[in-house]
């Protein structure tokens, strides 16, 4: 689609839009991301301008627009979204949109969130334990999990450190963009600091996961949240379990291409001051997502995502030099099956039925257990090994020996990792 279609699109769309009070980033709303040429004016004065050259481009001023980080002062990139618009175009019109509204105001860049699978759920019916992007006999382990609770400690060493860092965790912050939490029984003992968390999705602060039908992976940030930092009373032990969790509500699907609100969410997580930031998703290439990254990075942040599922190559944001990418192994130190690879990979992780919080059955959503597989659990329990680490030997020591160095905790991080990590045969 040319631009002038993309234009005239926009403007029909825009014209007869109904009144919109559902928040920013409801997964159903059209969203553009843009980033605007930097300027000396004020940042209120850079939306003004912006919000007229949107409202003249398009003949209405039913739209919001909010910059993307921050309280309002940061506005090098902002969420532009028309009321009472969803997100129902097809890809093709939405590019044609972007590449218009770049043009016609002078960006950098404007890039649409799709709400398009950046790969596809091969299966109708998942097996149990799977992630939905994994249900294809080709990427998918089939058999029983280990009668083992905590096979994925043991073969990553986690009581080992337990040994050595006594505090398990204790004083260190996760953050966790996912899909949000409810009260499982195995997050009954999670220190869980709700005075931090964030809803993007419907709004406000509570990060409860409504587990609807509606939702690609209900209970999925659950699941995660139990493998990184379930308590100790809890029968799944997460390889950090006196880390405090901050669940961030912001996708419904791990299959990411609505990049902004997972933007958000990073910025947030880095304005309140995590300290590892865990992402059990993915998606594609998007320019604000690796500033976001960036600028948690820049603030000695850890920050992580799953290599990706049944796709072969590494998805973003793990795919993103500043973050670190965690690719899958199982209990017999091998790939596991669907797992990505690739040079982008800094190390493997269980990925392969590792026991997590289960909440699919409906006689025991809030108590049900089982093996899962994908990187997402691969991640999320290495988020907590770095809790771990971070725990062991203080955060100001590790932060004075990065600045000893010229690096970030990340790369300190990163390298202690990698140089570590068991090499089992057959692996790079």
């Known amino acids: 689609m040319t631009q002038l279609q993309g234009l005239a699109l926009l403007r029909e769309v825009m014209r007869d839009a109904a009144p919109d009070d559902r928040p920013i980033f409801t997964p159903e709303r059209m969203r553009f991301v843009l980033e605007p040429m930097p300027s000396d004016l004020p940042a209120e004065a850079q939306i003004a301008a912006l919000r007229d050259g949107l409202a003249e481009l398009t003949g209405s001023s039913a739209f919001r627009l909010e910059p993307l980080f921050g309280e309002g002062e940061d506005v090098s990139f902002l969420v532009f979204s028309p009321d009472g618009i969803d997100m129902t175009l097809p890809e093709d019109a939405l590019y044609g949109i972007a590449e218009a509204l770049r043009d016609r105001l002078g960006l950098i860049s404007c890039e649409p969130d799709t709400g398009t699978a950046a790969y596809g759920d091969p299966s109708e019916a998942p097996p149990p334990g799977t992630e939905s992007v994994v249900g294809d006999i080709f990427c998918w382990a089939q058999g029983n999990a280990p009668t083992d609770k905590e096979w994925a400690l043991r073969r990553t060493l986690v009581h080992q450190a337990w040994a050595r860092a006594p505090g398990k965790g204790r004083g260190i912050t996760i953050a966790q963009p996912d899909t949000g939490i409810v009260d499982h029984v195995e997050l009954k003992d999670t220190r869980i600091d709700r005075t931090r968390t964030l809803n993007l999705i419907e709004g406000g602060t509570d990060p409860t996961d409504p587990l609807s039908s509606r939702m690609s992976n209900p209970g999925h940030g659950t699941s995660t949240g139990s493998v990184a930092a379930s308590g100790e009373g809890s029968v799944i032990k997460g390889s950090a379990p006196r880390a405090t969790l901050v669940p961030i509500r912001c996708i419904n699907d791990v299959v990411v291409t609505n990049a902004s609100p997972v933007t958000r969410a990073v910025d947030h997580a880095t304005r309140i001051g995590a300290h590892v930031i865990t992402m059990s998703l993915g998606g594609l290439f998007n320019r604000a997502l690796r500033d976001a990254i960036r600028r948690a990075v820049s603030r000695d942040i850890i920050v992580m995502a799953a290599a990706g599922n ?119």
């Open 310 to 428: 049944c796709v072969g190559l590494t998805v973003w944001p793990a795919a993103y030099p500043e973050c670190i990418a965690v690719a899958g192994t199982n209990n017999a130190d091998q790939p596991w099956k669907g797992t990505s690879r690739g040079p982008s990979i800094d190390f493997s992780a269980p990925a392969e039925f590792v026991w997590r919080a289960d909440t699919r059955d409906p006689a025991h959503t809030l108590t049900g257990i089982s093996g899962g597989q994908g990187t997402s659990f691969a991640v999320a329990l290495s988020a907590g090994i770095a809790a771990l680490w971070l725990g062991h030997h203080g955060r100001p020591v590790v932060l004075a020996e990065a600045r000893r160095r010229g690096t970030t905790v990340q790369e300190l991080f990163r390298a202690a990792a990698r140089q570590t990590a068991r090499s089992p045969a057959g692996f790079p």
